[in-house]
């Protein structure tokens, strides 16, 4: 059994409200998020940080970033996005397998780090809705 969450709960899929998975990378609902929204994007396979993620899982990772954001801004009348993630435990890398949040942000809220409580049921939907609305974006290239 891993030691990891993500790779115990998200990469066999127990436990995740995932939208996007392919070889190398998984994208799902955070279960704790600070917006409506707020999604992650994981490489498939265990890597800690931005100091051994290999290029290839952090390239992906990164591509996919850009599809979401603009899933995120339609499904979720979005005026804004942040992208980041942390690397290392003083710069508040909580979960030690490289993720990468992208959240939705709205004009008069505040931007705050803030945890809200969603159900199980509502990631459940937004997940549905993300993935129908990413694919509209990938399959224009
Ligand atoms: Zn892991």
Not at 34 to 43: N, Q, S
Not at 102 to 120: A, L, N, Y
Request: charged share 25%; proline share 2%; aromatic share 10%.
């Amino acid at each position: 059994m891993s030691e990891c969450v993500f790779c115990r709960n998200i990469v066999t899929g127990k436990d995740a409200h995932i939208f996007y998975r392919d070889e190398y990378v998984i994208g799902f609902m955070d279960r704790f998020p600070v917006e409506k929204g707020h999604a992650l994007i994981i490489p498939a396979k265990h890597y800690v940080n931005i100091f051994d993620i290999d290029l290839d899982h952090y390239l992906r990772v990164h591509q996919i970033a850009k599809y979401v954001s603009q899933a995120l801004m339609e499904v979720f009348e979005a005026d804004g996005i942040n992208v980041g993630q942390n690397n290392g435990e003083c710069a508040r890398q909580v979960v030690m397998h490289y993720h990468l949040h992208v959240i939705p942000r709205h004009c008069g809220r505040d931007v705050t780090w803030e945890r809200i409580m969603v159900s199980d049921s509502e990631l459940k939907k937004q997940a549905e809705l993300i993935r129908d609305k990413i694919q509209t974006y990938m399959d224009k290239l």
